[in-house]
């Protein structure tokens, strides 16, 4: 089971907004950046975030990424059909010794 | 751009040694840190560890036991070795580049393999 948890699924309607809570501890997210995956159905995933706030270029801005504490979050605006999928945050485990990612959350467009 | 491709059995029986092989396009494998992750079917993402070619290698706690990550330099690939396999090792399995800045992420990724474990 993953030490850090998401939210199994959001959802909300065409040009809304959702937020995904990626929530941990202080062996994970407080004391190390955190990345966000895309995974689209029967693909793989894509980087989306990294360093917390930070987006790979092609990445458009209506993708966010924050961090506080030991929660992170995603943000997704305008939200569009395409944005159906299944989205996973990312982090390193300093009592594990492993990066490890969250339970995944899958978003719906209304 | 780096493209990475995995290739290998799609099915293995159980106590047996799975072998995959990531092909690595758009960079050398000598250069950077690789990844394997894997997802059983309908479940969320394990790192199973990460290899660099100076030597510096993590694997998962859970799988250190019977699992080997190298690279071929002459090919290009990156490898994966997993011992005594059974049903709970069924999984797709990913190879990625890992990076390391601030923090640590995976990108590009390959498509993914599936591999079975079945008799």
């Known amino acids: 089971q993953s030490v850090l948890t998401q939210p199994p699924s959001v959802s909300a309607a065409p040009g809304q907004k959702v937020t995904i809570s990626c929530s941990g501890s202080?062996?994970?997210?407080?004391?190390?950046?955190v990345s966000w995956y895309q995974q689209l159905p029967g693909t793989a995933p894509k980087l989306l975030i990294y360093?917390?706030?930070d987006r790979p270029s092609g990445i458009p801005d209506r993708f966010s990424g924050s961090k506080s504490g030991t929660s992170a979050t995603l943000g997704i605006t305008g939200l569009q059909t395409g944005d159906e999928a299944d989205y996973y945050c990312?982090?390193?485990?300093?009592?594990?010794?492993?990066?490890?990612f969250g339970t995944g959350t899958k978003v719906t467009v209304l | 751009q780096m493209q990475l491709q995995e290739s290998g059995p799609g099915l293995v029986k159980p106590s047996e040694t799975l072998s995959l092989t990531c092909t690595v396009s758009g960079g050398s494998v000598s250069d950077y840190y690789w990844s394997w992750i894997r997802q059983p079917p309908g479940k969320g993402l394990e790192c199973v560890g990460y290899?660099?070619?100076?030597?510096?290698?993590n694997y998962n706690p859970s799988l250190k036991s019977r699992v080997t990550i190298s690279v071929d330099t002459s090919r290009n690939q990156v490898s994966l070795r997993l011992t005594s396999v059974t049903a709970a090792d069924t999984a797709v399995y990913y190879c990625a580049r890992r990076w390391l800045q601030n923090g640590s992420w995976f990108d590009p990724w390959g498509q993914g393999t599936l591999v079975t474990v079945s008799s």
């Open positions: 360093d917390n706030s």
């Open positions: 990312g982090t390193w485990d300093n009592s594990l010794s492993a990066a490890v």
């Open positions: 290899f660099h070619y100076s030597g510096n290698i």
């Open positions: 202080s062996s994970n997210i407080e004391n190390h950046y």
